[in-house]
């Protein structure tokens, strides 16, 4: 778990963004690859436990989420992290493809589905599209 | 929707216009109505007026005839009378024409006042009362008032006389006045009584107009209404409206009706349209996903990327009172409005023919592929080995059918069956695997499978032995395949030499027809490539020292070929020890297999040494009594050599795990079944821990061709 600086992007107003998966390499690949200029990265976390407490500190607008992670599972996690503040956009990336399981996402919350393996393009659409 | 804007502007006008065209035509009737009352009492006027006329020389005639009757002394009373009377009407009638408001001719105004000054001179001659005579003897002569009487009547009348032409001319005028004024009411009246009629001509073109536009605007309506129901019932897609309640609307396809079986679709909840069809589960998530489409959550792509049911398998009526599954597509799209999702749309589809192609496209791609492996396989083979094996795998399925077609009744008999069946599959796999022909070890795999499950079961019947026809018949149809590709591939090989035919495609030739002499086929290239690859999969390392193999003679080649994969494959699997387990035993990493064949005495004798594990007898007890082959008080009274002994037992297989290489419990026996059948023997020696060796004794190749015969 780590809580990025912010990189003080002036003008508008930044939406704040926590990513959300147990693989440090996911981790890093959507931190690296996600271009949008009204987002910012305020914190990572690896499993259901650390998002919430991200959370708490950070008060994200947005976050991608991860759904198979040890100790609390994104599904529940998503549940939370509603629960605390309705108004949040929350994006899955999951590597399970199917689609009970996005279904399942959305009715707890979500607000889209992206499947593993993803490409830049794909992730910055995804993150496009949740903020419009 | 413009089209039918317009329409609807275009008639909105036409109705305004009507309204207006009738409004007019109400006040054209009004004012016209005003008029006829106006000219009716004109008309009255007229004909007041056209009397007075008459009545300035009526008085003075009377006048006239009252001052003669006065001066011939004659009765006065009807004429006094008769001129009283004419008075007072012209009086009357003089007074009521005057009174008309609009009545401003100038000329009554003279007459009114000639009449006026005229008038008192009159009325002491109507006033007179009594009688204008006084009886004398000369005759009746006037009285005293009757004198007086007399130069009245004389003096109006002479004034009368002097006027009567000038008034009777004012008269005239007004009369000629009142004519005009009639006649020109008459004409305004005729003018809006043709603007009425034009009014109302105007009226009936609107309401023809608007008839007409409403005729061919129902018409149009009819025409897409009927192009609609033709949509719905040509269209091969099942299409209904949901609403919020998740029910379906009062209209859908045709289609919808065929791929359900049913035909009350309206307010029926999509979760009753599927339930009975799909597990519960995915009628869960579809019900879910049918709730998700209402919110403004997700957006109409990210829907339809989470569609659970782009592909649903149902079970439907076959129409012969069975069920068959099939595979349905639905799409959904909402159908938005101004206060958000209106209706969502679903299309059904049934996709099963393209899923069904899809799936034999991909078995077609998998066969080709394991055809490509194959031929890759067929090349490191010695065409003369592969021959070999398609002729010996061939009599193995021939003897499988054989087996299926034997007659069976009894439980024992399946049981039989089956343990026949394992046998010959297994040995026709271990060759399979040898020779590295992955897809027809895979082949007979499954058919393993197969027998494997029906020995599960508790009652056996004729038919369940059916599917494995079915696969039996895929299985020779492989092979020939194998058999044309081998051929192929020999000839290419060959071509520039243009060789002898291909050793592949040869017949086999019976045991008699081989010279008991001659060694067969060198089958040390199958089994080295046999040990790498068991090494392989199974993660062992180990070497395979041959000696003698070259001196198999032909009628033993197959028998010597299929021990010697039995017992490398149980080497592979049970004997020979992972590297770190042997050197934690002191042992060499690497493992040692050795075989040996040599003649002895009149015969032969094979030898297969490892230097693994050894066998326990107490493993060899335990397995068989798991597997019920033995009872507990049997196991206890067993001996080492009994114990060794179960290893030739049908149907015993020390490994829980089933792999392509051991587990099936056939093997060792199908071994020691085939050197029995040959009049040979097989003994096992071993030493836990240390090794375990087989020693197969082979009597002549003549006294084996008796045997077999």
Known sequence: ?132 | MNVAGADRNRRLVTAGAGTALALVMGLALLAGFRLATQIRSSITELQTASELQTYPSVLTQQLTALRQRLETREYTGQAHEELAGTVARFKHDLRRLARRSDMQSPQLRDAQRMWQAYSPLLAPILAFSGEPYVDTDSGSSLSDSGKMYYRNVRQAQLLAKQNVGRLHRLLTAVTRSLETQTSGAAARLRLLLSGGVLAALALAAAAAYLQLTRARHERAAREAQEQTRDILKTVREGFFLLDADYKIGSVWSEALAHIFGRNDFAGLSFEKLLEDRVPPTTLATAVKYIKLLWGDRAHENLMKSINPLGQLEISADNGRGGKETRYLQFDFHRVVGAKGVKHVLCSVSDITSNVLLARELQEAQENANAQVDMMVGMMHVDPLQLGSFLDTTETGLQLINAILKEPARTDGEFRKKLGGLFRELHSIKGEASALNLMSIAQRVHHLEDMVSELKKRAELSGNDFLPMVLKLDELLAHLRGVREMATRLTALKDAPAAAAPAAATRQKPSPAERPAGRTGEDISPTLRALAEKLAKDHRKAFKLMLSGLAEVPAPYVATVKDCLIQMLRNSAVHGIEASATRRAQAKADVGAVRVDFRRAGEGYELVFEDDGAGISPQVLKDAALRKNIITAEEAAAMDTRTAMALIFRPGFSTQEEVTMDAGRGVGMDVVARTVYGLGGKIGVSTNPGRFTRFKIVLPAAEAASSAVA
């Open chain 1, 1 to 132: 778990m780590s809580a990025a600086r912010g990189n003080g992007k002036g003008g508008k107003r930044t939406l704040k963004l926590l990513i959300v998966d147990d693989s440090n390499i996911i981790r890093r690949r959507i931190e690296r690859s996600q271009q949008l200029e009204e987002l910012e990265v305020v914190g990572t976390a690896a499993n259901g436990l650390e998002a919430l407490e991200m959370f708490s500190k950070t008060d994200p607008d947005m976050v991608t989420m991860d759904l198979t992670m040890p100790q609390m599972d994104g599904i529940e996690c998503i549940s939370k992290l509603v629960q605390l503040k309705p108004a949040i956009r929350i994006l899955v990336i999951s590597a399970l493809a199917d689609k009970a399981t996005a279904v399942e996402a959305m009715e707890r919350g979500a607000n889209g589905f992206l499947n593993k393996p993803f490409t830049d393009r794909q992730l910055n659409e995804a993150i496009a599209e949740l903020i419009t």
